[in-house]
């Protein structure tokens, strides 16, 4: 059994980013300018949105937060994005979620320049990508297949189960594993709460992709011998024995499913930090993109 170790991979790929950012630098080029919009104060997003811009500072991007009360109105975060479409000084952006119940989340998600969607969540990008065209690939799903590759892992004709159908994992992973091209190639079965009998798809899968949310949810009689997992799942456990006052843990009972799995992912530390690091990847690909259209 082989950890697919997230946290080493998500480390190497910013080690990479940060060489190209000292070679644009080198070039008398800008370098690539993030930003994040968080409403609230939600624990979670603190702390994604927090080592996004850890990581950015360690790899020399620049970045931007944009920190707004949990009473900001709709027009007022509008009012936000239609700034940050208009800086030309941002490359990419992302509008962390979930937003307040007051806001409506698909308008604000429509409003984001498709250019500058470095979460690649607007219905422009999502389209392309499910036409293989260029876009940005939605950072979870991107670290996922980022993952698969850097450790070999051969997907072709290989039957991929995913668990949960959200539109920011399930979906975006289910297309990109079943694309044509080298790192894809495989049949997939998308899950969700309403698929009968689960189980007797998942005992049939080479690799599951478990995108639910549900702690101890993906046990040890519901895969076969061999199986990859990708354990997308991020759960905070209250626990007042932690210095954190929480735990996190994934969809999968690690300690059984391991024992059966040729390839897994831990939580935390495998599918995480994949995608801050594909997050700044896509950061980096838009200011290129912007320095191609300015040239
Ligand atoms: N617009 C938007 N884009 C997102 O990509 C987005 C979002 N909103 N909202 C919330 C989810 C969740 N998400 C995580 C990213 C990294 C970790 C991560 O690095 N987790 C660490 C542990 C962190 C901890 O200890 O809490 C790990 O798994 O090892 C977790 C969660 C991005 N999301």
Known sequence: MEILDGKKVSNQIKEELAVEVAQMKARGEKVPHLAAVLVGNDGASLTYVG?????????????TLIHLPEETTEEELLKQVENLNKNTDIDGYIVQLPLPKHIDEQKVLMAVDPDKDVDGFHPANFGKMALDMESFIPATPFGIMELLRRYNIDTEGKHAVVIGRSHIVGRPISILLSQKGKAANATVTLTHSRTKDLKAITVQADIIISALGVPNFLKEDMVKEGVVVID???????DETRKRGYYITGDVDFENVSKKASHITPVPGGVGPMTIAMLLKN???????HNASNA
């Open 232 to 238: 997308v799942g991020i759960t905070r456990v209250p």
């Open 51 to 63: 080592s996004k811009v850890r990581s950015c500072e360690k790899i020399g991007f620049e970045s």
């Open 283 to 289: 950061t980096l690909l838009a200011r290129e993109r």
